[in-house]
């Protein structure tokens, strides 16, 4: 099995993330790459950062990466990660996914996002307030398949609001970016 097969290549959702966060990302930011699979992402930004690292729990991935030039810890989205930072990025899996359909490999971390598509993102959104500085920000890739309204929703319940700041047509979805920051109006209730 060649590692390249084991590591997400940069599609056409990387480059639409890539896009949101070249206008988001500050010379003064702390981002995080969630997920950062071959690293193009976050090699293209770390020039555009004060500090710029991945995640990826996919070994073949984290070589990927590193060979990029990224700094990048093998855990499981943001387990291990402390913060604070001022911005994450997050091409999750959000395909919707059957048991039947499962590769069994490595890959299919980039890939399989449970039978709704929101199984890594409903455990990434729980945790991504932990990490993230009183008025940091998310960029987080999502399609029409997974449930835009419903990830919305995941975001609200978790006290921030979001918003659509870029999209892309596909041939079978819609592809978006989700801006999300902490509900301010709320935390100061």
């Not at 890539?18 to 702390?30: G, I, N, S, T, W």
């Not at 060979?67 to 091409?91: H, K, Y």
């Not at 008025?135 to 309204?149: E, I, K, M, Q, Y």
Request: aromatic share 8%.
């Amino acid at each position: 099995m060649n590692t390249g097969d084991q590591v997400y290549p940069p599609a056409e959702d990387s480059f639409l993330l890539l896009r949101a966060a070249l206008r988001e990302v500050k010379p003064d930011d702390r981002v995080l790459e969630v997920g950062t699979g071959s690293g193009y992402i976050a090699a293209t930004l770390m020039s555009r950062a004060a500090i710029l690292v991945g995640t990826d729990i996919n070994p073949h991935a984290v070589v990927s990466a590193r060979a990029r030039g990224v700094e990048v810890v093998r855990t499981d989205l943001l387990a291990g990660i402390s913060g604070p930072v001022d911005l994450i990025l997050f091409n999750p899996p959000y395909l919707p996914t059957t048991p039947g359909e499962r590769m069994d490999d490595w890959l299919e971390y980039a890939l399989d996002g449970g039978p709704t598509g929101r199984a890594t993102i409903e455990r990434f959104v729980a945790d991504a307030g932990r990490v993230l500085s009183p008025f940091g920000r998310v960029l987080l890739l999502v399609s029409s398949l997974t449930g835009p309204d419903e990830v919305r929703e995941l975001f609200a319940r978790e006290g921030f609001v979001s918003f659509v700041v870029d999209e892309e047509a596909l041939d079978d979805e819609r592809l978006y970016v989700f801006r999300a920051t902490r509900d301010l109006c709320r935390m100061w209730l």
